[in-house]
């Protein structure tokens, strides 16, 4: 079992920048790929970022390339989302969620094994 539990979340005025944290326990954090998704009210959950065990790849919807950076620290069972240019349309609950499966990065919400209880994002015009 692995628990997942995130931090970071809050108001930001568009333009600005906040960085997502999400710490993990339970399961060696290394044998975990690790994503972030984020829901906004009425919608659905979506894939925002992943990132391999060793953290050397990384995969990026296309609406964040360029603006988010995901990271991990294996020694402090942490993986971070780092966002920046926020708008108002990215105003949602963002999730940690990790997979055990070796394999293809999964961007799929139906493919992790675990999720955090989400912290909320607010960007504010």
């Known amino acids: 079992q692995v628990q997942l539990v995130e931090s970071g979340g809050g108001l930001v005025q568009a333009g600005g920048s906040l960085r997502l944290s999400c710490a993990a326990s339970g399961r ?4 975990l790929v690790m994503g972030w998704f984020r829901q906004a ?3 659905e959950r979506d894939f925002v970022a992943a990132i391999t065990r060793s953290g050397i790849t990384t995969y990026y919807a296309d609406s964040v390339k360029g603006r988010f950076t995901i990271s991990r620290d294996n020694a402090k069972n942490t993986v971070y989302l780092q966002m920046n240019s926020l708008n108002t349309e990215e105003t949602a609950v963002y999730y940690c969620a990790a997979d055990r499966a070796v394999g293809v990065i999964p961007r799929r919400d139906y493919e992790y094994d675990y999720w955090g209880q989400g912290t909320q994002v607010t960007v504010s015009s």
């Not at 060696?28 to 044998?31: H, I, L, Y």
């Open 41 to 43: 009210p009425g919608k």
């Open 28 to 31: 060696t954090f290394s044998s």
